[in-house]
């Protein structure tokens, strides 16, 4: 049985799907990082804007089913490098028919800006391609997800949100 299924989406065309129920920190799927782009000027416009992936040291053309993933501002997943691999893990407990959805601001490192639809509660209306742009709760909750290339790319700013993090949990403990 497929774990994931590809089909028409609410948030934008085609999205990823779970079949089955998945736990927190389960592996949702791995990603194809094998097709390499070595030239980015013969990409097309649409290839450069939705499936290309602006990876540190190299350019990924993503492939089915993640290159599907659209973006929330509520997410269900994020991204980790494990062992060389991109894997998409379950950042809470996904139901048998949610939709996959990722905040594409987590390690968002290129800039960018486009209109937000995904239709969350919390939907911010617009999605800024660089992580430091978020609204700094934001920056906090997503500190775990950060790829460890992008925690040592931005370490100084990294630094301070983790003490913005550490002042709030001891102000925290000390209204207990």
Same mark, same amino acid.
């Given at each position: 049985?497929? =774990?994931?299924i590809?089909?028409?989406? !609410?948030?934008?065309?085609?999205? &990823? ?6 736990? !927190?920190? @389960?592996? &949702? ?6 097709? +390499?782009?070595?030239?980015? %000027?013969? +990409? =097309? ?9 602006? #990876?540190?040291?190299?350019?990924? +053309? ?5 290159? *599907?993933?659209?973006?929330?501002? @509520? ?5 980790? =490098?494990?062992d060389?691999?991109?894997?998409? #893990? ?10 996959i959805? /990722?905040? *594409? %601001? ?6 960018? =800006? /486009? ?11 617009v *999605? ?11 920056? +906090? !909750?997503?500190?775990? *997800? #950060?790829?460890?290339? /992008?925690? !040592?790319?931005h370490?100084? @700013?990294?630094e ?5 993090? #550490? ?5 925290? %403990?000390?209204?207990?």
């Amino acid at each position: 049985m497929k =774990t994931i299924i590809v089909r028409k989406s !609410k948030v934008q065309g085609k999205g &990823v799907f779970a079949n089955k129920n998945f736990r !927190k920190g @389960e592996v &949702v799927l791995k990603i194809d990082d094998s097709h +390499l782009v070595k030239d980015e %000027s013969k +990409l =097309t416009k649409y290839q450069r804007e939705f499936e290309a992936d602006y #990876l540190p040291d190299k350019i990924v +053309l993503m492939q089915s089913p993640e290159r *599907y993933i659209n973006h929330a501002c @509520e997410p269900n997943i994020y991204v980790k =490098t494990i062992d060389s691999i991109r894997q998409v #893990l379950a950042m809470r407990e996904i139901k048998k028919g949610e939709e996959i959805v /990722f905040d *594409y %601001s987590i390690n968002a490192d290129y800039g960018g =800006t /486009f209109a937000c639809h995904c239709g969350r509660k919390n939907c911010r209306g617009v *999605y800024h391609g660089y992580f430091f742009k978020l609204p700094k709760k934001f920056q +906090l !909750k997503y500190l775990p *997800y #950060l790829e460890d290339w /992008f925690v !040592k790319r931005h370490q100084k @700013e990294i630094e301070k949100l983790r003490g913005i993090l #550490l002042l709030t949990n001891k102000q925290k %403990s000390d209204i207990r």
